[in-house]
């Protein structure tokens, strides 16, 4: 029986069983999981808030229930199979970071990201960090097909007294927030910057693949100290689309929402059909090359995992 009466709290961590949840006093505890959780279908991740028991001496000891998620960050499970692997919940907001050099941005890389928040129904931001490695007007003109999408951009640096880390700072502040994207682009040296007292381990980049070591194994949950917390994922080679339909994938594409009702046909593709208001709007310059070739990629991916399922 429970002692006490319960206390809620998030999950940070979990590992080898054990799960670290910090408590609405402030405390972090290391809890187990009752074993009817282990045997039911919702399985426990990083960001659920949960009600805690109490042991012997009235501390929280055990996880005695899952409360209902407002959202969640979901990715197919490793190896291809069929179903979903929850990284974190609770997520408010997704911030998809990249380096504007040392790795190189590939744009078609951020649009899949993009396109897995937006299959969450997740508010998304893009951060462009390193920029005093190059040219600012470079950054703004390789990513001006997303801020036309609607896409907030912040351009970053941990040198030169930081640049941009305000504003990515106030955007952060009270929201739980997914952070995600290649190795290698400073997520870790950019967190550190704007929350020293986070401690975040720093990779170093590989010069001979130019890609980044990955430093981070599974998803942990930071609390921020002026309100919030950041969920540090695994990097890009981790995640996979999953359970989007191929009919799906336009709607995660903003530009491409005020469109797709115009279309002639009902279950227009949108890459060759006549009558097709997202071709014209391409044709016309409105909506954006790269990002309609992104699309036509993800879509015939989709397609093609339809036919291995």
């Known amino acids: 029986m429970p002692r006490g009466p319960l206390m809620r ?9 054990v799960w670290r ?29 949960v009600e805690l028991e109490r042991g012997d001496r009235g501390e ?5 229930s899952i409360l209902p998620r407002r959202s969640k960050l979901a990715r197919r499970s490793p190896g291809g199979a069929r179903g979903e692997r929850i990284v974190a919940a609770n997520v408010d907001q997704v911030v998809v970071i990249f380096a504007l050099v040392k790795p190189a941005p590939n744009p078609r890389m951020l649009d899949r990201f993009l396109v897995i928040a937006e299959a969450n129904e997740l508010a998304a931001r893009i951060v462009v960090n390193k920029v005093d ?13 997303h801020v036309r999408a609607g896409y907030p951009l912040h351009l970053t ?32 040296s ?47 080679r ?11 994938l336009a709607h995660c594409f903003p530009e491409f929402r005020p469109l797709t009702s115009l279309c002639r046909f009902a279950d227009c593709t949108h890459t060759v059909e006549p009558g097709c208001e997202v071709l014209d709007a391409l044709s016309r310059g409105e909506v954006s090359a790269t990002r309609h070739e992104s699309y036509v990629r993800l879509r015939q991916e989709l397609e093609e995992a339809a036919r291995l399922w």
């Open 60 to 64: 929280p000891t055990a996880i005695a």
């Open 9 to 17: 709290g998030t999950v940070l961590s979990g590992t080898g069983g």
């Open 238 to 248: 981790e995640i996979g689309l999953w359970g989007l339909e191929p009919s799906e």
């Open 190 to 236: 950019l967190m550190n910057a704007l929350y020293p007292g986070l401690r975040l381990r720093v990779g170093e980049i590989s010069e001979s693949v130019n890609k980044g070591r990955h430093t981070t194994v599974g998803a942990l949950l930071h609390p921020l100290p002026d309100g919030g917390f950041v969920a540090d994922t695994p990097g890009l």
């Open 21 to 49: 949840v910090l408590g609405l006093d402030g405390v972090t505890y290391e809890c187990a999981l009752r074993g009817r959780l282990k045997q039911g279908g919702l399985k426990l991740a990083v960001g659920d808030e």
């Open 157 to 188: 640096s941990t040198k030169d007294g930081g640049r941009g880390l305000e504003p990515l700072h106030d955007a952060l502040q009270g929201r739980t927030s997914a952070l995600t994207g290649p190795s290698g682009v400073g997520k870790s």
């Open 133 to 145: 490695l190059a040219s600012i007007a470079d950054a703004e003109a390789l990513f001006a097909d």
